[in-house]
């Protein structure tokens, strides 16, 4: 779908549809007075019969309005009782619009919702999210079908509309950071859908070099597993020991900022299957470990959507990509490995591989020098119990850099939740035989996790976001979500106006 950005009157501007909101009970936006009265008072007849549903997300379409107006449809978005709407008002409403327009067979429509009050967001903030949720709504992910039946008149075209021309750049600049973003959660959603059989780690590391071919600024390098035994991660290939695929730690460099700044590094969890290894999960919904690589799906479409928009910073992603599969050779529980760090590590449970393979790439991460390292990872089921399926976790060991990163989440509205990170929670990895255990005693599973991952962190300021609860959704919309990009794109984007 094309997105793109018009300046004009409501009712001057050809298209198959154009979109306006409407306020309980008769609070008509500046586009949709325009309709109305080019109409000779149609939207005010049709209220006035009640066939307007102005409740908030509710959609009305009207065929062939009458008078004047040049669109062949309107389509009334019902905006609620609120006069300043609330962000998440708004993106719901962004989105239905989106998927009534999609149903109706509408291959291009005006949208005017840019004139909606939101409170403490900006016309930039508002187009951007219009192209984020529209994209959203039209995404698919049929390419192994083999009997496709995409929509046969699909929403081809959406402009961002604006009544004034000296809007015109703001406008733009939301389109085009809501697009680059919108591809980033796409490349993500789709990486994440794929099966293990089409997904491995040798294909991600083969991503990696697509999007080299796409970004002149991106560098890439990818380590094999004797690559990595040189530089002592015992800990990342006792997890890799299990499968007949073959590890990779997966680098991604991306520099337009200053030489002298210091990166953010993004380390994302890349188990492209987990079935639990030797310590083997229950057989329902095994299909949805494919998903344990979804970190490293974010990491891949936050830097191509930096790349896209050619943000002025220095990124890089590390991505350690593996399977986690029983075998002759696996791991067993009661084995002691060797990180990176030195550090030793009893495995415990070899299901909780991910902080097996993210702590080497942890103290990888330190080459860089970096400002700040955050990871994300599908990591734990504990995340879901505490949190459910509607934000990640946050754990860090610096405040400020939670704080925005918390903020960054409201703003985009791919929200995330402070957990504590304190000593206590440490002693409940401590081990026999070894440094550390791979799994805490009872209790608060997603911290201990964390509190594993902050052993391996203590030389620079980190953060740990577990996605465990947000990465996909399962049952009958079952798939990829592209979360947390939204999140991280609007942290980086924070960074570059601070």
């Not at 102005?54 to 379409?61: I, P, R």
């Not at 479409?301 to 002759?328: C, K, Q, R, W, Y």
Request: with cysteine.
């Amino acid at each position: 779908m094309d997105l793109n950005v018009k300046h004009g009157d409501s009712d001057k501007l050809r298209s198959g549809c154009v979109v306006v909101g409407i306020s309980a009970p008769k609070r008509l936006s500046a586009a949709a007075e325009r309709l109305d009265k080019a109409s000779h008072g149609q939207l005010t007849a049709l209220l006035k019969s009640a066939d307007i549903d102005t409740d908030c997300g509710k959609t009305t379409l009207i065929h062939s309005p009458n008078g004047k107006v040049q669109a062949s449809r309107i389509l009334v978005a019902g905006c609620g009782k609120d006069k300043h709407l609330a962000p998440k008002d708004f993106i719901k409403i962004a989105a239905a619009t989106a998927r009534t327009l999609q149903a109706s067979r509408v291959t291009d429509a005006l949208s005017y919702l840019t004139e909606l009050d939101v409170k403490d967001r900006d016309l930039v903030w508002k187009a951007q999210q219009i192209a984020i949720a529209s994209r959203d709504v039209v995404y698919r992910f049929d390419e192994l079908k083999s009997d496709a039946k995409p929509p046969k008149k699909p929403l081809r075209r959406l402009s961002v509309a604006v009544s004034s021309r000296d809007h015109l750049d703001e406008a733009k600049t939301g389109v085009a950071n809501g697009v680059a973003i919108a591809n980033g959660i796409d490349l993500a959603r789709t990486l994440g859908n794929r099966p293990g059989n089409f997904c491995t780690p040798t294909d991600l590391a083969k991503q990696a070099r697509d999007l080299k071919k796409a970004y002149s600024e991106l560098k890439v390098e990818i380590l094999d597993e004797k690559a990595m035994e040189k530089l002592g991660m015992g800990s990342l290939l006792s997890v890799s020991r299990g499968s007949r695929q073959p590890a990779r730690l997966i680098v991604m460099q991306y520099q337009a900022g200053e030489k002298s700044d210091k990166p953010v590094v993004l380390v994302g969890k890349g188990v492209t299957f987990d079935s639990g290894g030797i310590s083997i999960k229950p057989g329902a919904a095994m299909d949805e470990m494919k998903f344990d690589m979804c970190g490293a799906a974010s990491v891949f479409g936050t830097v191509s959507a930096v790349a896209e928009l050619g943000l002025p910073i220095n990124l890089v992603g590390v991505i350690p990509a593996t399977e986690n599969l029983p075998d002759g050779d696996a791991s067993k529980p009661g084995d002691v490995v060797t990180s990176m760090s030195g550090q030793t590590i009893e495995v415990l449970n070899t299901d909780a591989e991910g902080r097996l393979i993210l702590c080497d790439a942890l103290t990888y991460a330190g080459k860089f020098d970096p400002a700040v390292v955050i990871d994300i990872a599908t990591l734990t089921g504990a995340c879901i119990v505490a949190l459910g399926n509607h934000t990640a976790a946050l754990m860090s060991n610096h405040q400020a850099l939670a704080d925005d990163l918390l903020d960054a989440g409201q703003i985009a509205f791919d929200r995330a939740w402070q957990l504590p990170l304190w000593e206590e929670y440490d002693e409940q990895i401590s081990s026999n035989f070894a440094d550390m255990a791979n799994i805490g005693s009872p209790g608060a599973g997603s911290i201990t996790a964390a509190s594993f991952l902050a052993r391996f962190t203590k030389d620079y300021r980190w953060a740990h976001l577990d996605i465990a609860g947000v990465a996909w959704k399962s049952g009958k919309e079952k798939g990829a979500t592209g979360r947390p990009v939204p999140l991280l794109m609007q942290y980086l984007m924070n960074r570059l106006e601070a």
